[in-house]
């Protein structure tokens, strides 16, 4: 039973195209997400969250969207640089913070020079 | 000067032996997890302790049993390892149990 989900495995763009990173979610009582990167053989890395009151929240090259009625987040990252290259998590939770987070599976994003 | 550290990074053992995993983090948060993942790639919560008190215990056999010496250390032993143990474990910490945690590198754990 995934909660968050991140259909699409992998994704591909041009260094200094838009990246966009999707995420749906079917648990409405989640208030809190998350995005994290992740390069090989580290643990993920914070990257940018919103709350359910907000629906955008922008951190320099990364905006994150929040669509509360479709269930759905996405991650904007302009422009892609090759350093972005990571696989990339949405997260969610119920509690208005980080505590018991569920991920989504994860996405491998590539930028290529 | 590493946030958050756990060794062993890569541990290979046979079924039916007891290992332990250790965590410890240098940033003064009073909150640290272990987290799996598995095959399939998911991040899963295991646990979660407070200032060294037992908060979140999600569905994990108790042949895992977490202890927190003190609140910047949690150490993770299993009993009888089973094949279905294999994966990363991955230890965090945040500041309160309301803002974003932050990963170790994980431990990769292979049973055999």
């Known amino acids: 039973d995934q909660q968050v989900k991140q259909n699409s495995p992998s994704l591909s763009v041009q260094e200094g195209r838009i990246s966009i990173l999707n995420c749906d979610y079917t648990?409405?009582?989640?208030?809190?997400f998350l995005w994290y990167k992740k390069y090989p053989a580290e643990g993920p890395t914070f990257l940018i969250s919103i709350s359910s009151i907000k629906d955008k929240n922008e951190d320099g090259r990364f905006t994150v969207f929040l669509n509360k009625s479709a269930k759905h987040l996405s991650l904007h990252i302009v422009p892609s640089q090759p350093g972005d290259s990571a696989v990339y998590f949405c997260a969610a939770s119920g509690q208005g913070g980080s505590e018991k987070l569920v991920f989504g599976k994860g996405m491998k994003l590539t930028v290529n020079p | 000067d590493t946030a958050v550290s756990q060794t062993p990074k890569y541990l290979v053992t046979q079924m039916g032996n007891d290992k332990s995993i250790k965590c410890e983090q240098n940033?003064?948060?009073?909150?640290m997890y272990w987290y799996k993942q598995d095959s399939k790639k998911f991040l899963k919560i295991m646990f979660s302790y407070n200032n060294k008190e037992l908060i979140i215990n999600e569905t994990v056999p108790n042949r895992f049993s977490p202890k927190s010496p003190d609140k910047a250390h949690l150490n993770l032993h299993i009993n009888s390892l089973e094949l279905g143990d294999s994966a990363v474990y991955f230890c965090a910490s945040s500041h309160n149990r309301d803002t974003a945690l932050h990963f170790g590198n994980g431990t990769r754990l292979t049973v055999t």
């Open positions: 648990n409405s009582m989640f208030d809190y």
């Open positions: 940033l003064g948060h009073d909150t």
